[in-house]
């Protein structure tokens, strides 16, 4: 290590601890669902290395990591921020992340940035299906993980009920490394079920004597499951006979297997924390259990054409490659870009390759260019503490980076590579927004693009039929966090209006009809007449046009003009302003006029025989309709049924897809979808997830019209 972290005051910037070598860090992601604890225990950590004096409350927004305005206002966090500390000459970088899943996104960057999980979960509220659902996604990588069971302290806290609700949820593997001790209603220390040592933290700070007899029955139950779990993970197979023979097996051997099982992601170790405990033995497992970034799988990397690139490794001196897991913009300071260098080595002023590619569809063009490195810091909450380079394993903060997005990859200038993206789920509540004032939408484009470089989870969408403007978001607390951003940090005032879904108009029946156009003027006048016969076809059918004139009563330069008129009408609606569709339409007679017929006096002729044609027949609205594929666990498959059929949808038959989920596939009016992901959020408590395609058009329902039209 250059140095240690140094203390001060909560959120103080002094000098950023430092680190020369990847096998010197640890980063470390904290996940698990709202008000776990994951910042509170950010907080102990943050005191007990003494990176700050006193640990902050969420309560108070006074903590490290919920700076944000939003976050204090909310008391949770919105943000994925990072807390670096040093304990025993390792510099770990805590990634604190948020519990809600509206704001996947920064969670998901955490995953990308860290090299193993601690995963956070409440003595009092147990465990959500987000939790559930991470944890496998965790497992389908291999990562690292431990289980932080918290609020110990609290009155309602039950340590044991909560441990086997953590070995139902998560399987094998999952064991205590300490254990709670309670005296009248107090926690007051933890006994370490390896070392058989009680951890006193009755005076304020940590000391160690030998548990007493009282506890030895539990313990020695608790201990018995803790050996066979590591002696499984063992890759001395003589260990379990030599166990199961009685021999008493040497501590150091355990915890040697210990670390090893921890760091391959083979075994999962729990331990305990609550106001004042359990800090000092998060840190021990996290730096002698965790891996360093060395072995770390690195991400797939490639050239900027797509080719594979192999032989990159987690090298300072290898060749730069860089992520921007994520960026926030501030009109006053501008740009900030967090990075994880995974090779080479960041160093201010340098020139930087920056490429983003494979979100164009979410308003992330496709971008190459090269550009200078500001000032590199090492950020701890709102405090940005300079940094003198940043070394493969390790994370930063870059200022200015003006073309940077959330995903992008930095590298040599020279030797421009790309990092396969983390995948991403798509934000599907649509918000519909529109500029209080002229002033207003004059600073509105360039506030969403600011928004839209930080926030890969946000999809703008600016509406041609609507002509609306739409934010696709992932809940409404992710909709309600940007339109604050938007107000508060650029300063734009924007007002939510009633979203409006793109429908469509058809003909009801077959009809003839004549579009005359005969106006005389000063000079030239216009002199159409087209006689069309109009027909409906079926869905998906599109539009055709037949020409059946003879004897050239339409003299054929003007053929084409009766088509576009009509084209030109069907665009504009004939009834609610909807585009017409699935419609044929023949030319069979007409006349026209050697002086007076030209190219757009036909063309009015032509939309003014679909008009007639329209107020001949019914015209019928259609409304598009999605084919919706709900993932959802087994015991929520029949309330999704239900609700889909609710919103006029015809479930179309369901999939078992293992791991307790079944795919529950529907067709659905997309007037329907519009707050199905609130809804399903709700029906499914936050396990259901889902997707949808646009199908096809079908007549809207009579009892509708007038709602959707008026």
Same mark, same amino acid.
């Given at each position: 290590?250059?140095?240690?972290?140094?203390?001060?005051?909560?959120?103080?910037?002094?000098?950023?601890?430092?680190?020369?070598?990847?096998?010197?860090?640890?980063?470390?992601?904290?996940?698990?669902?709202?008000?776990?604890?994951?910042? /509170?225990?950010?907080?102990?950590?943050?005191?007990? !290395?003494?990176?700050?004096?006193?640990?902050?409350?969420?309560?108070?927004?006074? /903590?490290?990591?919920?700076?944000?305005?939003?976050?204090?206002? +909310?008391?949770?966090?919105?943000?994925?921020?990072?807390? =670096?500390?040093?304990?025993?000459?390792?510099?770990?970088?805590?990634?604190?992340?948020?519990?809600?899943?509206?704001?996947? %996104?920064?969670?998901?960057?955490?995953?990308?940035?860290?090299?193993?999980?601690?995963?956070?979960?409440?003595?009092?509220?147990?465990?959500?299906?987000?939790?559930?659902?991470?944890?496998?996604?965790?497992?389908?990588?291999?990562?690292?993980?431990?289980? &932080?069971?918290?609020?110990?302290?609290?009155?309602?806290?039950?340590?044991?009920?909560?441990?086997?609700?953590?070995?139902?949820?998560?399987?094998?593997?999952?064991?205590?490394?300490?254990?709670?001790?309670?005296?009248?209603?107090?926690?007051?220390?933890?006994?370490?079920?390896?070392?058989?040592?009680?951890?006193?933290?009755? #005076?304020?700070?940590?000391?160690?004597?030998?548990?007493?007899?009282?506890?030895?029955? +539990?313990?020695?139950?608790?201990?018995?499951?803790?050996?066979?779990?590591?002696?499984?993970?063992?890759?001395?197979?003589?260990?379990?006979?030599?166990?199961?023979?009685?021999?008493?097996?040497? !501590?150091?051997?355990?915890?040697?297997?210990?670390?090893?099982? $921890?760091?391959?992601?083979?075994?999962?170790?729990?331990?305990?924390?609550?106001?004042?405990?359990?800090?000092?033995?998060?840190?021990?497992?996290?730096?002698?259990?965790?891996?360093?970034?060395?072995?770390?799988?690195?991400?797939?990397?490639?050239?900027?054409?797509?080719?594979?690139?192999?032989?990159? #490794?987690?090298?300072?001196?290898?060749?730069?490659?860089?992520?921007?897991?994520?960026?926030?913009?501030?009109?006053?300071?501008?740009?900030?870009?967090?990075?994880?260098?995974?090779?080479?080595?960041?160093?201010?002023?340098?020139?930087? @390759?920056?490429?983003? @590619?494979?979100?164009?569809?979410?308003?992330?063009?496709?971008?190459?260019?090269?550009?200078?490195?500001?000032?590199?810091?090492?950020?701890?909450?709102? @405090?940005?503490?300079?940094?003198?380079?940043? $070394?493969?394993?390790?994370?930063?903060?870059?200022?200015?980076?003006?073309?940077?997005?959330?995903?992008?990859?930095?590298?040599?200038?020279?030797?421009?590579?790309?990092?396969?993206?983390?995948?991403?789920?798509? =934000?599907?509540?649509?918000?519909?927004?529109?500029?209080?004032?002229?002033?207003?939408?004059?600073?509105?484009?360039?506030?969403?693009?600011?928004?839209?470089?930080?926030?890969?989870?946000?999809?703008?969408?600016?509406?041609?039929? /609507?002509?609306?403007?739409?934010?696709?978001?992932?809940?409404?607390?992710?909709?309600?966090?940007?339109?604050?951003?938007?107000?508060?940090? @650029?300063?734009?005032?924007?007002?939510?209006?009633?979203?409006?879904?793109?429908?469509?108009?058809?003909?009801?029946?077959?009809?003839?009809?004549?579009?005359?156009? $005969?106006?005389?003027?000063?000079?030239?006048?216009?002199?159409?007449?087209?006689?069309?016969?109009?027909?409906?076809?079926?869905?998906?059918?599109?539009?055709?046009?037949?020409?059946?004139?003879? %004897?050239?009563?339409?003299?054929?330069?003007?053929?084409?003009?009766?088509?576009?008129?009509?084209?030109?009408?069907? +665009?504009?609606?004939?009834?609610?302003?909807?585009?017409?569709?699935?419609?044929? &339409?023949?030319?069979?007679?007409?006349?026209?006029?050697?002086?007076?017929?030209?190219?757009?006096?036909? +063309?009015?002729?032509?939309?003014?025989?679909?008009?007639?044609?329209?107020?001949?027949?019914?015209?019928?609205?259609?409304?598009?309709?999605?084919?919706?594929?709900?993932?959802?666990?087994?015991?929520? &498959?029949?309330?999704?049924?239900?609700?889909?059929?609710?919103?006029?949808?015809?479930?179309?038959?369901?999939?078992?897809?293992?791991?307790?989920?079944?795919?529950?596939?529907?067709?659905?009016?997309?007037?329907?979808?519009?707050?199905?992901?609130?809804?399903?959020?709700?029906?499914?408590?936050?396990?259901?997830?889902?997707?949808?395609?646009?199908?096809?058009?079908?007549?809207?329902?009579?009892?509708?019209?007038?709602?959707? #039209?008026?």
């Amino acid at each position: 290590m250059a140095e240690r972290a140094t203390g001060g005051t909560t959120g103080a910037a002094g000098r950023a601890p430092e680190a020369d070598r990847p096998d010197m860090i640890r980063n470390v992601v904290l996940v698990g669902h709202s008000g776990a604890g994951k910042t /509170t225990l950010v907080e102990a950590l943050l005191a007990a !290395t003494r990176t700050v004096q006193r640990p902050g409350r969420v309560e108070d927004g006074t /903590t490290v990591s919920d700076f944000d305005e939003v976050e204090v206002r +909310q008391q949770r966090s919105v943000n994925l921020t990072v807390a =670096p500390v040093v304990h025993n000459n390792i510099k770990i970088n805590f990634l604190d992340t948020p519990g809600y899943a509206d704001f996947v %996104g920064d969670l998901r960057a955490g995953l990308r940035a860290a090299d193993a999980a601690l995963f956070v979960v409440s003595a009092v509220e147990g465990i959500d299906g987000l939790t559930r659902m991470l944890w496998e996604e965790c497992a389908s990588v291999d990562m690292p993980r431990a289980v &932080v069971i918290t609020k110990i302290d609290h009155h309602r806290a039950d340590f044991v009920e909560t441990l086997t609700a953590c070995q139902d949820a998560f399987g094998d593997g999952v064991a205590p490394l300490y254990l709670p001790v309670v005296t009248n209603g107090q926690v007051n220390g933890l006994i370490g079920l390896l070392t058989r040592k009680f951890y006193n933290y009755a #005076t304020g700070s940590r000391t160690e004597h030998a548990p007493g007899p009282a506890y030895e029955e +539990q313990m020695a139950a608790y201990r018995g499951e803790l050996i066979e779990g590591i002696i499984q993970e063992s890759e001395d197979e003589s260990l379990m006979d030599r166990y199961l023979s009685g021999e008493e097996i040497d !501590t150091k051997v355990l915890i040697d297997d210990l670390e090893k099982a $921890v760091a391959r992601g083979g075994f999962y170790p729990v331990l305990a924390a609550g106001t004042g405990v359990g800090a000092p033995e998060v840190l021990e497992l996290v730096t002698q259990g965790f891996p360093s970034p060395l072995e770390h799988p690195m991400p797939e990397i490639t050239s900027i054409d797509g080719r594979p690139v192999d032989g990159i #490794t987690c090298d300072p001196d290898g060749p730069l490659v860089a992520e921007v897991v994520k960026t926030t913009s501030d009109p006053y300071v501008g740009r900030i870009s967090l990075v994880r260098v995974f090779s080479g080595t960041l160093r201010p002023d340098m020139t930087v @390759h920056v490429s983003g @590619h494979g979100l164009a569809d979410r308003g992330h063009e496709d971008h190459d260019v090269d550009e200078r490195i500001g000032a590199l810091s090492s950020p701890l909450g709102k @405090h940005q503490r300079t940094a003198a380079k940043c $070394v493969a394993g390790d994370i930063a903060a870059v200022a200015k980076l003006s073309r940077a997005e959330t995903g992008d990859t930095l590298s040599d200038k020279d030797n421009p590579l790309l990092m396969t993206a983390w995948t991403m789920p798509d =934000p599907l509540l649509p918000v519909a927004i529109q500029a209080r004032s002229k002033a207003d939408d004059d600073k509105l484009g360039q506030a969403l693009s600011r928004l839209v470089a930080e926030d890969p989870t946000l999809r703008l969408e600016n509406n041609p039929e /609507t002509h609306q403007l739409v934010l696709w978001c992932m809940g409404e607390a992710h909709a309600d966090v940007l339109l604050d951003r938007l107000g508060r940090r @650029h300063g734009v005032g924007v007002e939510r209006t009633e979203l409006r879904v793109a429908l469509r108009e058809t003909l009801g029946g077959k009809c003839q009809a004549m579009g005359r156009n $005969v106006k005389q003027t000063g000079g030239h006048g216009q002199f159409a007449i087209c006689h069309l016969e109009v027909e409906p076809l079926p869905s998906g059918g599109g539009f055709e046009f037949v020409d059946k004139i003879v %004897g050239g009563v339409v003299p054929r330069q003007f053929i084409p003009s009766v088509e576009k008129g009509v084209r030109t009408q069907m +665009q504009r609606g004939v009834v609610a302003g909807y585009p017409m569709v699935d419609l044929r &339409v023949t030319l069979y007679d007409g006349k026209a006029h050697s002086v007076d017929s030209s190219d757009m006096a036909f +063309q009015i002729a032509g939309a003014l025989a679909l008009k007639e044609a329209a107020a001949k027949v019914p015209t019928l609205l259609l409304e598009p309709v999605d084919e919706v594929s709900v993932l959802v666990a087994d015991d929520h &498959v029949g309330a999704v049924m239900s609700d889909l059929s609710s919103r006029r949808g015809r479930v179309l038959g369901t999939e078992t897809v293992g791991n307790g989920r079944t795919l529950v596939k529907a067709e659905v009016p997309e007037l329907e979808m519009t707050r199905y992901s609130i809804d399903l959020r709700s029906m499914s408590h936050g396990t259901g997830t889902f997707q949808r395609t646009f199908l096809r058009y079908e007549p809207l329902p009579a009892h509708l019209v007038g709602k959707v #039209t008026g």
